[in-house]
């Protein structure tokens, strides 16, 4: 979390950094700060609150200078206050730095600098780490930022300037993400390629343990054991456009809306694409089990595939919570296959369960969104989603997109492992395709899901149920709502409601019920009945129009009928329409809801 940025060229760099930090503004907004090299010392804004703030301050007292850093900041170590917001200054005001992630050894660290006589202005952890690059610098920033890092513990990503040096900007990483872009006229660092791609297109993403010194024209890398590294650039096919609104009220708005496409440009990619996973035929028939790591939505969407993909592979298959699946000592070993899922590919928790999964030989793959992140370069095989940029915080198309590709991957998995013939396999892959042309549909329901936002959004709470391959639908559809309306959500396999939540039940709950005539239909219309006979207000998104279930329910949004293995893609389009217009009707922020961040980079 927390956004970062540098800037080292020819232009005004508050200009610049403020845009990039408008880019990352999704990685957290509690507050918002830069620092300018401006003659021969460092000057500072900052404020409280998001990205606006800074500028209305920024407009009334601007800085000039052509290098420095900028942060936006989502709180861990101290209040969302202007003495908690980054940069941080040394004591001389020559040394500015900016730090994403968590220094797990700041207290000491900090005891120890005190006692040296370093003078702390904040609460955060990251203030030890100006006052460590300070001890250290001697005419080097580089250098100087490689020998206070080597006394951290913890996850950082840090980009710092100091006055001595003004041409130049100093990048370090270890667990948050950095990546860098170098023109001849400037030189850029930020936590994530949003923030250059108005810039260069052409971006070198750094690995763990690597330090940077970029300049305008020139770059220098070392990597963790301190010797000097070749620099290799990735080409980033993101248009800048995709970071506009276009005509749409927010950016979840119009990332719901660009379902279909990412969809077809998901499935396009891994069919044409020529390379197999990389695991040699007989590694996939011994497998004795699949895990699937992954936290929030893409959890659900790893639920999903266990769901697919059990029956289908013949062997276990289990989707686990990677914050909980690192420290519970799981059983995986050389015969399993880890597919970790993060649209990031930077989520501490799944990076770290997915290492420990590594760590006990396990085969690993890694299905994300973003080219060059930690998850893609540290698996076996990687798997695509081309979701294109994601701005809004709470996930939408990278949702849509990694089912498409969990789809293809189990089949692809089946087809290896002799449980789908190659007929089979092309009949599947035939239905497949029909993936954008479902989720266009789905997008049909678009009004009647407005005026059911209009009915619905003055409620507290909500209910979410579902059976079998809909009930990882019915989390997702209750995370969607908790986490833009702020409307209090559960989910519940609906089986499961006899036995406790059912005490819920009156005429003021709102209880959305997941139903398709692919799934358990049967069960699922008694479990209606036995809400309907408790008075519950029922909201049914259904692929059968059935009078049966219109009699039940107080409303009834009739879906496209989808083969079963894209009945959850489908039934996601509503859930995340009837989120999006109750949190817009409440006025709630939608893009940037409150307390989240687009990257989770700590445990
Ligand atoms: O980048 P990841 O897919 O690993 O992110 C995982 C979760 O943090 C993420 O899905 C989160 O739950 C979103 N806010 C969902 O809208």
């Known amino acids: 979390m927390c956004g970062i940025v540098g800037y080292a060229g020819q232009k005004n760099a508050q200009d610049i950094l403020v845009d990039g930090l408008v880019r990352l503004e999704y990685r957290g907004y509690d507050s918002a700060g830069v620092a300018v090299i401006e003659d021969g010392t460092v000057s500072l804004a900052r404020s409280v609150g998001k990205i606006a703030e800074l500028r209305r301050q920024l407009a009334k007292g601007p800085l000039s200078g052509t290098t420095g850093i900028g942060h936006t900041r989502w709180a861990t170590h101290g209040a969302p206050t202007w003495d908690n917001a980054h940069p941080h200054l040394d004591c001389q005001g020559k040394l500015a730095l900016v730090h994403n992630g968590i220094i797990e050894n700041h207290r000491l660290l900090r005891e120890e600098l005190v006692a040296r006589g370093h003078i702390f202005h904040s609460e955060t952890d990251s203030e030890v780490l100006v006052h460590l690059v300070e001890e250290q610098f001697r005419g080097d920033l580089a250098e100087a930022v490689r020998a206070a890092v080597r006394q951290a513990e913890g996850a950082f990503a840090i980009v710092a300037v100091h006055a001595d040096v003004p041409e130049e900007i100093v990048g370090a990483r270890l667990g948050s993400p950095l990546v860098a872009g170098v023109l001849p006229e400037a030189a850029l660092l930020a936590s994530d390629a949003p923030a250059l791609l108005g810039h260069t297109r052409e971006l070198c993403f750094l690995e763990d343990g690597d330090v940077i010194r970029l300049r305008p024209g020139s770059v220098e890398l070392w990597g963790s054991d301190g010797k000097v590294k070749q620099v290799s650039f990735d080409t980033i096919p993101w248009d800048p456009l995709t970071a506009e609104r276009g005509g749409y009220r927010h950016f979840m708005e119009k990332e719901i809306h660009e379902q279909p496409q990412a969809a077809a440009d998901t499935l396009r990619d891994q069919l044409h694409s020529s390379e197999g996973l990389g695991f040699m035929e007989h590694e996939l028939a011994e497998l004795d089990q699949v895990v699937l790591l992954a936290c929030g939505t893409s959890y659900h969407a790893g639920l999903v595939a266990e769901y697919l993909w059990e029956p289908l592979l013949g062997i276990p298959v289990r989707a686990e919570i990677a914050s909980e699946f690192r420290y519970r000592c799981p059983?995986?070993?050389?015969?399993?296959?880890?597919?970790?899922?993060?649209?990031?590919?930077?989520?501490?928790?799944?990076?770290?369960?997915?290492?420990?999964?590594?760590?006990?030989?396990?085969?690993?793959?890694?299905?994300?969104?973003?080219?060059?992140?930690?998850?893609?370069?540290?698996?076996?095989?990687?798997?695509?989603?081309?979701?294109?940029?994601?701005?809004?915080?709470?996930?939408?198309?990278?949702?849509?997109?990694?089912?498409?590709?969990?789809?293809?991957?189990?089949?692809?998995?089946?087809?290896?492992?002799?449980?789908?013939?190659?007929?089979?396999?092309?009949?599947?892959?035939?239905?497949?395709?029909?993936?954008?042309?479902?989720?266009?549909?789905?997008?049909?329901?678009?009004?009647?899901?407005?005026?059911?936002?209009?009915?619905?959004?003055?409620?507290?709470?909500?209910?979410?149920?579902?059976?079998?391959?809909?009930?990882?639908?019915?989390?997702?559809?209750a995370l969607k709502l908790k986490e833009i309306s702020y409307i209090h959500a559960e989910s519940y396999a609906s089986g499961e409601m006899k036995h406790g939540p059912i005490a819920l039940i009156d005429e003021k709950m709102p209880v959305v019920f997941l139903v398709s005539c692919c799934e358990l239909y049967d069960k699922a219309l008694g479990n209606m009945e036995e809400v309907r006979a408790r008075r519950g207000d029922l909201i049914v998104l259904t692929d059968t129009d059935d009078p049966t279930v219109r009699k039940l329910s107080d409303n009834v949004i009739v879906l496209p009928k989808a083969p079963r293995p894209l009945v959850p893609i489908v039934y996601t389009v509503p859930l995340q329409l009837f989120a999006y217009h109750i949190a817009r009707i409440r006025g709630t922020d939608v893009d940037q809801p409150r307390n989240l961040a687009k990257t989770v980079t700590v445990e």
């Open 331 to 477: 059983y995986v070993g050389p015969k399993s296959l880890v597919v970790a899922i993060s649209q990031s590919g930077e989520t501490l928790d799944t990076l770290m369960a997915f290492r420990e999964a590594k760590s006990r030989g396990a085969r690993t793959v890694a299905v994300s969104n973003i080219v060059g992140s930690a998850l893609v370069r540290e698996a076996d095989a990687a798997l695509y989603t081309r979701a294109g940029l994601e701005i809004g915080v709470a996930a939408s198309k990278t949702f849509t997109t990694q089912l498409v590709a969990l789809l293809l991957l189990g089949l692809r998995l089946a087809n290896a492992r002799g449980r789908l013939s190659e007929e089979q396999l092309a009949a599947q892959l035939d239905e497949l395709a029909r993936a954008p042309g479902l989720i266009s549909q789905a997008l049909d329901t678009d009004k009647a899901l407005q005026t059911l936002a209009q009915q619905y959004h003055g409620k507290s709470d909500c209910l979410y149920l579902a059976r079998g391959l809909l009930y990882p639908l019915a989390m997702e559809g």
